[in-house]
């Protein structure tokens, strides 16, 4: 069974330039929900795709938006990066969010540094 | 709204000694809470989680939690440390009707001294 992936592992941009991150969910999976961990934080939830629509969004301003693909994949894209977005972005998949006590797999993250 | 609070951001340990990672939340719902744990330059991990059912739930590697309503509670556990458990942990909770959103605490480190 693979687990969640995510690309790239790293990626150093400067302010202003738009970003794109990958992931894969974990097989059987049909959710993916997005997070931002800045450093020696917690992560926060930034939004979530299930069947390819957007299923809830936290406090983040529309320049960050997403898309879901056929095979449950997604993409995460910022757009006018700011510095305060340097942070570990985290994906995680889960089964259909239903009950709310789904286990989210997280995958190991995109490094984003912001110059 | 949801929030998690995990009192002091290090934890240090001797290896062999009891490890206890303290969370309290904040729901106004029956919550559902997780534990995490990030080792360097990796994502998260389950360690465990509580549903619904029996309040003493365990977990990988040895640990333990223990849901406790009046204490709005979920403290973590592992009656003797190992050396590989030196990483940071998060409390998590999430809710009914929250499309499984966590909402996380500020984490914890654990660091294990020989």
């Known amino acids: 069974e693979t687990g969640v992936t995510q690309s790239p592992t790293h990626l150093i941009k400067t302010r202003g330039q738009q970003v794109t991150l990958r992931c894969s969910s974990q097989s059987g999976h049909n959710t993916v929900s997005w997070y931002q961990q800045a450093l020696g934080q917690g992560p926060q939830f930034i939004f979530q795709?299930?069947?390819?629509?957007?299923?809830g969004r936290g406090n983040f301003p529309p320049r960050f938006s997403g898309l879901q693909f056929p095979n449950y994949s997604s993409e995460l894209n910022v757009n006018a990066l700011e510095l305060d977005d340097s942070a570990l972005y985290l994906c995680?998949?889960?089964?259909?969010?239903?009950?709310?006590?789904?286990?989210?797999?997280f995958g190991p993250g995109t490094r984003l540094l912001v110059l | 709204a949801q929030s998690v609070t995990q009192l002091g951001s290090h934890v240090s340990v001797s290896e062999g000694a009891l490890v206890l990672l303290r969370c309290n939340y904040s729901?106004?719902?029956?919550?559902?809470l997780f534990w995490y744990v990030q080792y360097p330059n990796q994502g998260l991990q389950l360690l465990l989680k509580?549903?619904?059912?029996?309040?003493l739930v365990k977990g990988i590697n040895g640990f333990e939690a223990e849901f406790k309503k009046s204490e709005t509670s979920f403290h973590l556990t592992k009656p003797s440390a190992h050396m590989s458990d030196a990483a940071e942990y998060f409390c998590?909770?999430?809710?009914?009707?929250?499309?499984?959103?966590?909402?996380f605490g500020k984490g914890i480190t654990l660091s294990v001294r020989p």
């Open positions: 995680a998949s889960s089964t259909e969010p239903l009950a709310g006590g789904e286990t989210q797999y």
């Open positions: 729901s106004s719902v029956p919550p559902y």
């Open positions: 509580y549903t619904t059912g029996a309040t």
């Open positions: 998590a909770v999430t809710y009914t009707g929250a499309n499984s959103k966590l909402t």
């Open positions: 795709y299930y069947r390819e629509e957007e299923n």
